[in-house]
């Protein structure tokens, strides 16, 4: 892959007890500059991340970012994203990653919702692509044998195929098995929800 290929990373951030959550989005080269940045806004424990996230890619406007990495399929507290929503209005293969093993959302959307609160998250949440894992080689660090440490991380994806978006998700995470571009878009979030909140706090 060309060092200079562009992947989107999108994470969020928000405080205890906050109605909104900042999104940032991070476009991130395979050789791991950053090269553009965007914010949004999405409803704690609402139902607009995934168009949060469309606007995110949109309003970059960076016909150059060939994927869209997420953090999570459920930001903001059940915010459930629709993966297939996002692949069909911005055009871009969306790659889901995160990082442990789970028993699922479905137990939780159930303690959290009731309804049709709950029916509506329920469907989206059965509609999202499988969760497959991948072995990352990391590309420093070693275990007490000498080889390389690997890491295992958990996929959706959208838009690509299965061995495409695991050789994505390599190219693009260079140590502690978290991709530069979702990590670099939750520093992103972090620093700019705290913007926010602190210059709330003095108007």
Known sequence: MKPGTRALGVAESYRP?????????????AD???????????????????????????????PDVRTCFVGAVAPAWYNLLDLEAIHD??????????????????SGLREAFSGE???????????LPPRRSVRLESEKGSDETGSNRVETVYVRVVGLKADQAASLVQVFTPEGG????????????RAGDASLHDRGGHE
């Open 17 to 29: 007890g906050a109605d909104e959550s900042t999104l940032a989005g991070a476009v991130v080269r």
């Open 178 to 189: 978290r991709p530069e571009p979702i990590r670099v878009a939750r520093t992103l979030a």
């Open 117 to 127: 609160a709950l029916k509506t998250r329920l469907e989206r949440y059965w509609s």
């Open 89 to 106: 209005r911005t055009g871009v293969p969306v790659v889901a990653v995160t990082f442990e093993e789970s028993e699922g959302l479905e």
């Open 32 to 62: 791991r500059v950053l090269d553009g940045a965007i914010f949004d806004r999405c409803t704690v424990g609402g139902l607009d991340a995934t168009e949060a996230i469309v606007s995110l890619v949109t309003g970059l406007e960076r």
